[in-house]
């Protein structure tokens, strides 16, 4: 989960906040729960056939493809399926999906999967609904996301990177005090996360308390000195303090360290929008 890394946040809004990172970024941690998940599948999800462990190989191979080449993966995935490839191939098929860019098919497939996993089986339920809360959220749909995720928390409180994921749907209804309770719970549970501090960084400058922000800032440059996105959150904060020159220098940092990125196209923006109002 996230991954500041995990958006360029998940929907249209055009705050810097979900500019921080790229949907591909988001993309790459889905596949990789998939991956995990399919590791996880004893034999009998596979089929009652002989040759689970072919099976196994197959869906690693298909999960692999998805991430490199999804319509290829996806194709494939509908000819694994017929030929009686179960939830494997069509848990496969839906994250190709993803891959193409159909977050509404791929999330809505995700979903029906979780609701036809057994009830023996409830992490890989919940590992479907947390997938397809992501999808919801790629998609611009973070009220259904939310949703998703809270049933995923009911059941499984205790998982710093969904309380991570909640939050940030959370964000994105501008449920900032939400997003905070959630990421509070998260970083009691992993304090060095420097995602998870930014995100709250971002939630309590939304909230206009800027002084928490900063804290936050501050520690996760501590774990970190060269995350771009803190330095980012770094010169926005100092942008607000009326610091223009400090904010600069913050927002070089970030062209110095990660020209290419998501973050850098945010910070040289905010670089030239200072320059127009010079």
Known sequence: ???YARATRYHSVKRVFWRAASVASILGTVLATALATALALPGSAW???????????LYRACLNQ??????????????WHQAGGGLPARHCAAVALLGLNAYDEAASRLETLAGE????RLDLRLGLMAQAAQGWMMSGRAARAEQLLSRVISVQPNDPQILADRAVARLSLRDYWGAVDDLDRSIQMAPRDVELLLYRASAYRYLGVPDLARDDVERALAVNPIAPAAWLERGILEQMAGDDTAA???????????????TADAARARIEALDVTR
Do not use: C, F, T
């Open 1 to 3: 989960m996230m991954h």
């Open 47 to 57: 089929s009652q056939a002989d040759g689970a462990a072919d099976q196994e190989l």
């Open 66 to 79: 998805a991430r490199a080449d999804p319509e290829n993966a996806y194709r494939a995935a509908l000819d």
């Open 117 to 120: 996993v057994p009830d023996a």
């Open 248 to 262: 600069r220098r913050s927002w070089i940092r970030v062209l110095d360290l990660a020209p290419e990125s998501s």
